[in-house]
């Protein structure tokens, strides 16, 4: 019995320090070996990150595997990943938000821009291009206008007026054209606002009373597309049969509308610069316009509403509105001052034989010959001096 102890005690050694061995050689293998994490940038609990992990000594020198512990998502790695534009987790549907686990989004390079990520370069086109030179034509066309009256003074009419009315626009165009008149008003005053509203209205007003008014102004905005788009369809289906191209255009363009000659070239109901502001102004740049505005509205369902669709829309809508404001300044310019006379005719409806053969004899020989007839609506107003009209 005396000789089994020590045999005992040395079989009891032998497992202890068999036991320590083990483990000596294990632990380390399992801190240095941890789990392989799932592919991209994972999601972390806040709670679970050490926010004054920096502050420990060390701390600049540590491995992306030391960070990792006590900052995850703080690493090289990670950062790369979410330069290049790897998509993380996030809780939002991907039918509602296809890009929310986007940080930072690729790098791409728009005309005017540097090759940098999409939200750069987007900024680079608006604040270096469409701002400063979209300002600048806005202001460049109202300046040539105002130099134009000045100098030039307005179209009047070398006829005879007869005081016998030959009907231009009826009730139903007149309300067309001034509902989308009304809704363009709106909506370029809203957008100029918005747009340049920093640069000439905020030093005046201070920053509070400025974000009133500008958070005003885009809920009207907001209100005033979806009339405009309605009023802008009705607008080119009514006029589209009287400002397609026809006898007499080429020679309006040719002598510049009569300004060469200092007379009215003859042209139909709507002469050539008319035509130039429906096809290019209504049509093209009004449809761009309404197009992008329902984009950014999400009221085109069918498209991807990412952030790189999203910024293309917003300068093609900035841009197209730019120019379609300057050609609408010219319209409106002649359609009041610019022409004596021409306003009397979408206010009532009616204008002068005079005024009609002055500026549309085309048009007026079409009525006289019977083509056309001198009245198409069923009453005739009164005569702004209260005096019957005669058709």
Known sequence: MKKAFPNAAAVLAALLLCGATAWAQ???AAESAPAPAMP????MNIADVKPDASTEPGYAAQTNGERARVQPGNNAPMWRQVGS??????SLPKSQAPEAGVLIQPFV?????RVTNAGEAWRQVRNNWIIPYGGSLLLIVLVAIG????RIGPMVAHEVYTGRKVERFTPFERSAHWTNAIAFSILAISGIVMAFGQFFLEPMLGKTLFG??????KNAHNFAGPLFAVSLLVVIITFMRDNLPAKGDLEWFLKGGGLIEGKEIKSGRFNGGEKVTYWGGVFVLGLIAVLTGLFLNHLLPVFDYSRANMQVALMVHAVSNVGMICMFMGHIYMGTLGT???YEGMRTGYVDEGWAKAHHELWYDDIKAGRIPAQRANVAPAAAAGKPVQV
């Open 40 to 43: 991209g940038i994972q999601s």
């Open 26 to 28: 294990t632990a380390p």
């Open 340 to 342: 004596k006379d021409a």
């Open 212 to 217: 009133w008014l500008a958070y005003a102004l």
């Open 85 to 90: 534009g790897v998509a993380g987790f996030s």
């Open 109 to 113: 390079q728009y005309p005017g821009s």
């Open 147 to 150: 130099v134009f009256h000045w």
